[in-house]
């Protein structure tokens, strides 16, 4: 096999991305029944893709005439990189954005034995039959244009990795803000439910007025009243509306409950002073958090959801293992 410039892999790197692209989306696509724009980046690249291609080309140079060792060293080269890269990503982002946790065969749902099979084949197919005539192609290339030419790709790639990095940090922030969120609304709801029976409450219904499905379900038939089909990033901000206004009527509900309850701790019998001041002051730190996360939700911003939701389209079989329910909660918002 021809031994390339720095520039030349550069540009089959980025030439292989976008074959990947091409068949993720076709692939997924027909199985989802709807278009997907398949990826990581905004952009038609898969960097997977090209990563794969590059590093099975470069173990299979020396042993490219034997199609056992193309398939054996394909596999190997294109099944640890598929692993560390899945790894890696999920350490980072808290997110699996491919998961073979219900194949056989496969080691923490980063690989499987299929996949790893696929790849051999995979090597085979690329290095005999996909390869070569792609190789002499690029050798028809102007050696002037070679550079100038991954250069520029090089860049816009950094550019759109950057902006899609961030989206990725931006859906890890969103869903571990969620689950705190829920955790702390459910350990202020619990503590909460005492005042509520001191306020003449009804510990039931109560509940019911804290419960964020029923609060959520009935602000979805209210808004389905007065709204019709709506554009998608109308239809995420209706979402985040109608999430941010469940959660606040919760915390709304808390906060009276517990309003109600320390304004009448005189009234207890065998109140000492000290123990009056201790339990006043508890309660007003209790108050105080409802109040920092009404104020945190009525602030938030819709433009982290829209990058977030947008990846997450392009993954729809990504999860989250601890953030589940706050990454499914999110890809109904993209869906509603």
């Not at 173990?59 to 560390?84: H, P, Q």
């Not at 002037?144 to 922030?173: G, H, I, K, N």
């Not at 209790?286 to 945190?296: C, Q």
């Not at 982290?304 to 993954?315: E, G, N, V």
Request: glycine share 4%; charged share 25%.
């Amino acid at each position: 096999m021809h031994v390339y410039t720095t520039g030349q892999w550069v540009l089959l790197f980025f030439f292989y991305c976008f074959c990947g692209w091409v068949w993720e989306c076709c692939y997924v696509s027909l199985c989802q029944r709807h278009w997907v724009n398949r990826g990581f980046l905004h952009g038609p690249l898969l960097p997977i893709y090209g990563s794969g291609a590059i590093i099975i080309l470069l173990a299979t140079i020396s042993v490219a005439n034997d199609l056992r060792l193309v398939w054996l060293f394909g596999m190997l080269a294109a099944t640890a990189l598929e692993y560390v890269t899945g790894d890696v990503m999920e350490r980072i982002f808290k997110v699996r954005y491919w998961d073979y946790s219900n194949q056989k065969f496969n080691l923490n749902g980063h690989i499987c034995l299929t996949s790893s099979i696929a790849w051999g084949f995979f090597s085979i197919l690329l290095v005999r039959f996909i390869h070569p005539p792609i190789a002499r192609l690029l050798a028809r290339v102007p050696s002037l244009c070679v550079d100038p030419l991954a250069f520029a790709l090089t860049a816009a790639f950094t550019v759109d990795a950057v902006r899609s990095v961030q989206a990725a940090l931006d859906l890890r922030d969103i869903l571990t803000k969620a689950v705190e969120e829920n955790e702390e609304l459910r350990r202020l709801a619990k503590r909460a439910e005492v005042c509520a029976a001191f306020a003449g409450d009804d510990l039931r219904r109560f509940r019911e007025r804290t419960e964020l499905g029923k609060l959520e379900f009935r602000q979805r038939v209210e808004e389905s009243l007065t709204e019709h089909r709506l554009a998608r990033a109308e239809r995420v901000e209706s979402s985040l509306r109608r999430l941010t206004g469940a959660k606040l009527e919760a915390l709304s509900a808390i906060s009276n409950a517990l309003e109600i309850y320390k304004n009448h701790l005189e009234e207890f019998p065998d109140m000492t002073p000290d123990a009056l001041e201790e339990r006043r002051a508890e309660l007003e730190d209790v108050i105080h958090r409802v109040r920092i996360r009404e104020a945190a939700l009525q602030n938030r911003s819709a433009a982290p959801y829209h990058r977030s939701i947008r990846l997450l389209q392009a993954h729809p079989s990504a999860s989250a293992g601890a953030l589940g329910e706050a990454l499914e909660t999110l890809k109904k918002m993209g869906k509603d």
